[in-house]
């Protein structure tokens, strides 16, 4: 454990970050499975909107890197592509 108060401050800081980026990730994957799990094209096309909308959000904030939130996308798009069809 840290002795130190400087040492102290960025161990709770870390566990916040942590706790929070944990959240975001779940959440992340959850508007990922609500893509793949849509039953119809037009649940389909409003998960894949949402998705899009949290993956860019993650990449922003560094939770994921930008080439995966890339990579991501267009897996998501040529499985809402082939609900529609």
């Known amino acids: 454990m840290p002795r130190i108060k400087s040492a102290k401050k960025a161990l709770r800081q870390s566990r916040t970050h942590a706790?929070?980026?944990?959240?975001?990730?779940?959440?992340?994957?959850?508007?990922?499975?609500?893509?793949?799990?849509?039953?119809?094209?037009?649940e389909a096309a409003s998960a894949y909107a949402a998705a899009v909308r949290v993956l860019d959000r993650a990449a922003r904030t560094g939770i994921i890197h930008r080439n995966a939130a890339a990579r991501q996308k267009s897996r998501l798009a040529r499985v809402a592509k082939t609900k529609t069809a």
């Open 19 to 42: 706790a929070h980026n944990r959240t975001l990730r779940s959440n992340l994957r959850s508007s990922i499975k609500k893509v793949r799990s849509a039953a119809t094209a037009a």
